[in-house]
Structures are given as structure tokens and as C-alpha cells.
């Protein structure tokens, strides 16, 4: 069941108009946070002048979201005439209770605060103000500055968040999953859906890094230890964590993955494969030890081009996904590539190759039942083989998605006939 107390400062959108000032709506998801609520309340609402007059803001809403909470902190959130509440009694998710919050704002900016008493309510007048400064969509406080009170295995995992997001070719930031946060309204298309869990903030942190139509500013900002026991799990939330972040850099950045990965498997492939080749230049002979390594060499290379060429597929699929997030530079380039008859020619040709080196051997099987040839002519014409089965693949797939992008934005911009 849900209950929604009167709210003494609603906003009316006449109200807003007049004043042309952004009004702000914080929203204070909170489960079972009866030691820390009334607090926290208290706190944001005597902030409300200074943060107007800091950010230059017409009023400051604020909503309490009691997520399924058994002890009073509804009860207790209740009292207060000058917040709405919004109470319901299953637990949702620390993430589904921000959105409900979201659902029912009526600010032009909206904002969450965590109900433990960690951030200070006054520092939203510093956050409005980033986010109109830098304009930006996101303004995050980073709490991981001097005098943090955040234990240091978060502090730790943060900052682990923060290298992957670096790595994953992402924008820089420092505290991707803090519970304090400004964001306009407009921006919310781009951002959703987001998850209802914990991962709901490293979740934004990573899309606003990665959409190129979004921005992000950071600020950084006091922080004090909770008040009563936290419900983040290091180990659930943080494999949470880090599997959100992947997966939004795997939906705008795979090539940077697979790429990646692919060029250390074929980069090993010839470290391990240069003593083979070394020797059989100098000795004219391929010993029967090196079979094995040259086997693992063979499926490194095929591995490698296959996980690249997954990369490049997998760019051209975020394109038509998200069509103004359009690469630059060498990447671009490798893309037109592949979309061109280049990988088409590269496949046949190393396909013809790979047979016309395993036909003597094919023929004398034939004939013969026997096949004299020595292996090795075998195994780099089955690699050739398999190669250019994969570029012929990967090209086929890669004019596909571009007819379906071209038809795709033929049907937005073609009138109805």
C-alpha cells in the first residue's frame, strides 16, 4: 500500500514559470533507517534557503521514500508536514525507490540523498551550482577526498571502479557509486532504464561517462560515517557493481574489449611461435616437439582475429543502436572497412590460399588413401582456411547491419507516403 502525505511546498508549473528559475526535487530513499531519518529530514529542510540562494534555485522539494521498511521510519518520516512521503511495504530496492521519487517530482532538477547521515544536505546548493557552470547533465559528489570517513575496502573498490571505467575508454571519474547526486530532468531518457538494486548509482555513473550526449562534472564533498548499520554488501554489491560497468561499456565501447583481447591473444601467438619459426629458417626442418606449440600458436591466431573482428561487428551494432555515438579517427576507419569489400577479399584470398596449399594433400588422400605431405603444410593451410571462413563471416554480417541502418534511418526521415 502506498500513502502519500500533503506536501506544503509543491510546485506549480505557473509558479515556475514566473520566476524562471529550475526548482529542485530530492528525493531520501530510505529502508530501516529509524536512527538516522528524522535527522536527515531535518537537515535537508533547514538547507532549502541556502541552497536556493546558492544555486539560485525558485524551491527545493523533498521526498522521502520509505522502501519497505518494518521498523518506524515511515512512522517517523510521517511527522513531518513540509516533506511528502511515499511508503509502501515490500522492499523494493534502493534503486526502485530513487525512481518512484523520480516519478513523483516535480522539479526541473532532480536529486537523491542517502537517509544515513553520511552527506550533507547543504552541499546540493554546490552540486546545482557545478551542474550549471560546466553544463552538464550529472553532478556527482566524490567522496573519496581528504578526511573521508568511507571504510577503506569501499574506498578501495571505488577506486577499482573508477581505473575500470578509465580503461574502458570512458570519461574520468573518481566515485561512480555515490548516494549523492544532481541531475536535470531532460537527462533521464538518456539515463534509464537503470536497475532497482544498490547498482543503481554505478549504473548511471557509467552510462552519463559513456553517452556522448550526456555529461558528467564531479564535486568533491565531506563525508562522514552512517549512522547505523549499512545495507551495501561489499561482496554481492560489489560483484553487482562490476558487472553493470562492463556491461554498459560492452554496449558502447566493445571493440576496446574484444580488441583488446584479441590483440594479446595474436601478440602471444607470436612470441610463441617465433623459437619455431627461428628454427626452421636456420635448420630448414620442424621438429616434432614443436607441433604442439605451433598448435596452440594456430588456435591463439584464430581466437585473436575472431575476438577482434567480434569487436568491430559489435561497434557497427552501437552505431545503429545509438546513432549519434559515431567514432572518430582510426576507429571509423576500421569500421568503413569492414563494412567495404576489403574483409570480403582478405577471406577469399586466404581461403584460396589455405586450399591451394592442402590440394596436393587432399588429392594424394583421394587417390591414395595416403597423405605424404608434411603436417605442417597441413596446419597453416587449415588456419588460412579457417581465417578467411571467418573474414568471409564477419563481412557478410557487417553489410547486413549497414543495410539495416540505412533502412532504419530511411524509415525516421521519409515522410509517410
Not at 537537515?43 to 523533498?62: M, P, W, Y
Request: with cysteine; hydrophobic share 45%; charged share 20%.
Amino acid at each position: 500500500m502506498t500513502t502519500i502525505a500533503p506536501n506544503a511546498t509543491h510546485i506549480s508549473p505557473e509558479y515556475e514559470r514566473t520566476q524562471r528559475r529550475p526548482a529542485l526535487s530530492v528525493v531520501i530513499p530510505a529502508y530501516n533507517e529509524e536512527d538516522a531519518i528524522a535527522a536527515i529530514i531535518e537537515r535537508t529542510l533547514a538547507a532549502r534557503e541556502s541552497i536556493c540562494r546558492a544555486a539560485n534555485l525558485s524551491a527545493v522539494d523533498i521526498i522521502v521514500v520509505s522502501d519497505g521498511s518494518s521498523d518506524r521510519t515511515a512512522d517517523i518520516a510521517r511527522g513531518y508536514d513540509e516533506i511528502r512521503l511515499i511508503a509502501y511495504e515490500k522492499n523494493r530496492g534502493y534503486g526502485a525507490a530513487i525512481k518512484l521519487g523520480f516519478n513523483n517530482a516535480a522539479g526541473d532538477l532532480l536529486a537523491f540523498l542517502d537517509a544515513d547521515g553520511t552527506c550533507d544536505p547543504l552541499f546540493f546548493g554546490d552540486l546545482c551550482r557545478a551542474l550549471e557552470e560546466h553544463d552538464a547533465d550529472v553532478a556527482i559528489g566524490a567522496r573519496l577526498g581528504p578526511g573521508s570517513e568511507m571504510p577503506r575496502i569501499r574506498r578501495l573498490g571505488n577506486r577499482l571502479y573508477a581505473g575500470l571505467l578509465r580503461v574502458s575508454g570512458a570519461q574520468s571519474v573518481t566515485d561512480s557509486a555515490s548516494g549523492m547526486r544532481v541531475m536535470r530532468r531532460s537527462a533521464l531518457r538518456r539515463l534509464y532504464p537503470l536497475p532497482d538494486g544498490m547498482h543503481f548509482t554505478p549504473a548511471m555513473s557509467s552510462i552519463a561517462l559513456f553517452d556522448p550526449a550526456l555529461s558528467i562534472v564531479e564535486v568533491p564533498m565531506r563525508y562522514s560515517e552512517r549512522v547505523g548499520e549499512s545495507k551495501l554488501s561489499v561482496a554481492r554489491d560489489g560483484i553487482r557493481f562490476l558487472k553493470i560497468i562492463l556491461e554498459t561499456a560492452l554496449s558502447y565501447r566493445p571493440l576496446r574489449f574484444f580488441g583488446v583481447a584479441g590483440a594479446v591473444l595474436l601478440l602471444l601467438a607470436l612470441v610463441y611461435g617465433l623459437s619455431p619459426l627461428v628454427h626452421y629458417i636456420s635448420e630448414r626442418n620442424i621438429q616434432e616437439w614443436m607441433f604442439y606449440r605451433l598448435s596452440a600458436v594456430v588456435v591463439a591466431i584464430t581466437a585473436g582475429v575472431n575476438l577482434i573482428l567480434v569487436g568491430l561487428l559489435a561497434q557497427q551494432a552501437v552505431s545503429l543502436i545509438h546513432e549519434e555515438f559515431q567514432p572518430a579517427g582510426r576507429l571509423r576507419h576500421l569500421l568503413n572497412g569492414l563494412v567495404s569489400r576489403q574483409l570480403m577479399a582478405w577471406g577469399v584470398l586466404l581461403f584460396a590460399v589455405g586450399v591451394g596449399i592442402n590440394a596436393p594433400s587432399l588429392r594424394s588422400y583421394l587417390t591414395t588413401g595416403h597423405v605424404t605431405a608434411h603436417w605442417i603444410y597441413i596446419l597453416v593451410g587449415g588456419l588460412l582456411v579457417l581465417l578467411g571462413i571467418q573474414c568471409i563471416s564477419f563481412s557478410v554480417l557487417a553489410r547486413a547491419l549497414a543495410v539495416l541502418t540505412f533502412r532504419r534511418r530511411f524509415v525516421r526521415d521519409t515522410p509517410a507516403l
